[in-house]
């Protein structure tokens, strides 16, 4: 029983399909992690083990948090960037296999900082699943410039195909900044023209998870799409306080949903 529960709207209970919080794990250590967890595990969906830090960590501790994070119901996963090295490598049938013995059930798959064609993009996707993995892509470029040239045509055509191809979600690219790139302009305010051609043209606008890193954003999204917004790239640090702006418990959403 949460204090003051009687003013606590209700949200759907996990494993959620909307709603969806997506947390960035830059390096956190086994004890921080789980005192994390035991305040704010229950807010959390899945949670990446960003870019290629997994690489500089322990291999126990990754299999230890790993661990712990599926107690709570939360689905970690290893970053895009990682999957995109071990394809600069040729070794992704070595990274699949890696991935599951640390215990991942969950990958990212992306192009955002290499050449991978769309179309092997798109088989990765699908041995990806033919493992057994539970797929989340990214679409878009981590570099301002190449991202700008992806139309919005493409890239709502792209997120189709990755979802037709067995992605459970799609992940609108907007980096650790959520500035100047994918559907944020250099002040970082959100070019809401283009969200509402992307949430108009998705097959489903419940599988995306827009990249929100910042406050401003993460209202921005759930007012336009109420408490059941699916927002990524959260750091750790502000797992609650999102939790209190999709409940209408802080000033920018009380009494607004």
């Given at each position: 029983?949460?204090?003051?529960?009687?003013?606590?709207?209700?949200?759907?209970?996990?494993?959620?399909?909307?709603?969806?919080?997506?947390?960035?794990?830059?390096?956190?250590?086994?004890?921080?992690?789980?005192?994390?967890?035991?305040?704010?595990?229950?807010?959390?969906?899945?949670?990446?083990?960003?870019?290629?830090?997994?690489?500089?960590?322990?291999?126990?501790?990754?299999?230890?948090?790993?661990?712990?994070?599926?107690?709570?119901?939360?689905?970690?996963?290893?970053?895009?960037?990682?999957?995109?090295?071990?394809?600069?490598?040729?070794?992704?049938?070595?990274?699949?296999?890696?991935?599951?013995?640390?215990?991942?059930?969950?990958?990212?798959?992306?192009?955002?900082?290499?050449?991978?064609?769309?179309?092997?993009?798109?088989?990765?996707?699908?041995?990806?699943?033919?493992?057994?993995?539970?797929?989340?892509?990214?679409?878009?470029?981590?570099?301002?410039?190449?991202?700008?040239?992806?139309?919005?045509?493409?890239?709502?055509?792209?997120?189709?195909?990755?979802?037709?191809?067995?992605?459970?979600?799609?992940?609108?690219?907007?980096?650790?900044?959520?500035?100047?790139?994918?559907?944020?302009?250099?002040?970082?305010?959100?070019?809401?023209?283009?969200?509402?051609?992307?949430?108009?043209?998705?097959?489903?606008?419940?599988?995306?998870?827009?990249?929100?890193?910042?406050?401003?954003?993460q209202v921005y999204f759930i007012l336009k799409l109420g408490s059941d917004a699916n927002l990524g790239n959260i750091s750790t640090d502000e797992i609650?306080?999102?939790?209190?702006?999709?409940?209408?418990?802080?000033?920018?959403?009380?009494?607004?949903?």
């Amino acid at each position: 029983m949460n204090a003051f529960n009687f003013l606590l709207n209700e949200r759907e209970s996990k494993p959620r399909n909307k709603g969806i919080t997506m947390v960035l794990d830059k390096g956190l250590g086994y004890d921080t992690a789980k005192c994390l967890m035991e305040i704010a595990g229950d807010y959390v969906d899945y949670l990446k083990f960003g870019w290629g830090t997994t690489v500089v960590q322990s291999e126990k501790i990754v299999k230890a948090k790993v661990k712990m994070y599926k107690k709570y119901n939360i689905q970690p996963y290893t970053g895009g960037t990682l999957f995109e090295l071990a394809y600069l490598e040729n070794k992704i049938p070595e990274f699949f296999e890696e991935a599951k013995r640390l215990g991942f059930e969950t990958i990212e798959i992306s192009n955002g900082s290499t050449n991978l064609p769309y179309d092997e993009k798109i088989d990765y996707i699908k041995q990806a699943k033919d493992y057994g993995f539970n797929v989340l892509s990214e679409v878009g470029k981590k570099n301002p410039s190449l991202d700008k040239e992806i139309s919005l045509e493409d890239r709502v055509k792209y997120m189709n195909a990755e979802l037709e191809a067995g992605s459970t979600k799609v992940i609108v690219e907007a980096r650790e900044g959520g500035k100047n790139i994918g559907i944020y302009d250099e002040n970082s305010n959100v070019k809401e023209d283009e969200v509402d051609y992307i949430l108009n043209n998705v097959s489903n606008p419940d599988d995306i998870i827009w990249e929100a890193p910042k406050k401003d954003q993460q209202v921005y999204f759930i007012l336009k799409l109420g408490s059941d917004a699916n927002l990524g790239n959260i750091s750790t640090d502000e797992i609650i306080s999102l939790e209190t702006i999709r409940r209408g418990l802080r000033g920018d959403t009380l009494g607004k949903l």
